[in-house]
C-alpha cells in the first residue's frame, strides 16, 4: 500500500493513502472528538464534532470521512476549528436532556465527556425539545429517543455487521428518530437482539433493561471471560458489582468475535443465579435423585458402561457432545467414543 507525508498539527505523518484524517491522526496520537465514528464502520460524517482546518479547503471537513492526500496540512486546534465545534455541541444540547444525575450512561456517555472537555455546562439556545415517552417494551433494550443524537451509529452496525437493517431512519428535519418500520417495535422487526446497537451507542439513548439500577460504570469492575453458549469462544466482558453481573459486553478488537456478540451472550447470563442450577453430579436411588461427588459419578458411569459393551456390544452406546465445550474437549471426547469404547456413534448438538 503507497506511502503519503502530510502533516497534522505540524506534525510529519507517514500514512496509507486510503487513510482518512481521522485514521493519520490516531495514528500520529493526536485526538480529535468524536461522535458518530464508530471502528469497523464506514464514516457517515453525521456529528460533525471531528471538523478540522484542512490547508487550501474553502471550509472545515470532517476528520472521519475527509481522505489524505500528499503533503496536506492538518490543523486540529485553531480558534475555528474550536468554535465549531462547541457550536456543534451546543446544538445536539439543545434537545438533550441534561439528566446525567440519574441517566444509566452516566460515566461512559461520550456526549457528557465531549462536553465536559469543552466546559459546556448546557445549552445557550432555548427553543422546542421532544419529549418521548420511553420504550421498555423490549425485554433487553431500553429505548429513550429523547436521548437520541442521530449518530447513525446503531443503524450502520445494524447494517454493516450484523446485515440485519432492523432499524433506519423514520421522518424529516427535527422529527427524525430511528425506528423499525410502522413503528411495530423491536420485537416486530427483524431484530435478533444481538445488542450490537446498544454497545455502539454513545449516549443513553440505548441501554441494557436488565443493567438498570445495578450500578454505575464507576463501581463496576471489568473480567473478561470466553462466552460459554458455544464452541466458537467469543471474548466478552462482565461488568460486576459486588460478586453480581450487571452486564456484558463484547471485547472490542479481540478475536474471533471483534466485540460482537449473539443474543445468548449478551443478554443470557441470569442463569448463573437460578436456583435450580445443578451445582453437582446427581446420582439416582430410586426414585430419587442425590449429590456425589464427581469421582462417585464418574465410576458409575464407568459400570454401568461396561455392563451395557458386555451385554449389547459397544453400537449400544451414543455420544453428543456439547458446543459449550473447546475443539479440544470435544475431540477428546470423539476420541473416547472411538477409540476406547469402539463406536462412531458421536453427534454435537450443533448439528441439529
Known sequence: MKQIKLSIDDREVAVPDSFTVLQAATQAEVKIPTLCHFW??????????????????RTLVAACSFPVSANMKVKTQTERVVKARRLVMDLILSDHPLDCMTCEKAGGCKLEELAYEMGI????????????????????????????????????????????TAI???HRGFNTQVTVPFHRGLQ?????????????????????KKAMGMGRIWETRRVRTTCPYCGVGCQMWLHVKDGRITK??????????????????????????????LKAPLVREGDRFREASWDEALDLV?????????????????????????????????KLFRSVIGTNNIDNCART
Do not use: W
Not at 469497523?40 to 479547503?57: D, F, W, Y
Not at 416486530?188 to 441494557?208: H, K, R, Y
Not at 464407568?302 to 453428543?320: L, S
Open 188 to 208: 416486530g422487526s427483524d431484530c435478533v437482539f444481538c445488542g450490537e446497537c446498544v454497545q455502539s451507542c454513545p449516549v443513553g439513548a440505548l441501554t441494557e
Open 40 to 57: 469497523g464502520l464506514t464514516p457517515s460524517s453525521a456529528c460533525r464534532i471531528c471538523v478540522v482546518e484542512v490547508e487550501g479547503a
Open 121 to 164: 455546562t448546557g445549552p445557550s439556545f432555548k427553543g422546542e425539545q421532544h419529549h418521548y415517552p420511553v420504550d421498555f417494551s423490549n425485554p433487553f433494550i431500553v429505548r429513550d429517543y429523547n436521548k437520541c443524537i442521530l449518530c447513525e451509529r446503531c443503524t450502520r452496525v445494524c447494517d454493516e455487521i450484523q446485515g440485519i
Open 168 to 170: 433506519e431512519y423514520a
Open 302 to 334: 464407568a459400570v454401568k458402561f461396561k455392563e451395557i459393551i458386555a451385554e449389547h456390544g459397544p453400537e449400544a452406546i451414543g455420544g453428543v457432545s456439547c458446543s459449550r465445550s473447546i475443539n479440544e474437549d470435544s475431540y477428546q471426547m470423539q
Open 248 to 277: 456484558v459486553t463484547g471485547v472490542e478488537h479481540a478475536a474471533p468475535n471483534d466485540g460482537r456478540l449473539c443474543v445468548k451472550g449478551r443478554f443470557g447470563y441470569d442463569f448463573i443465579y437460578s436456583q435450580d442450577r
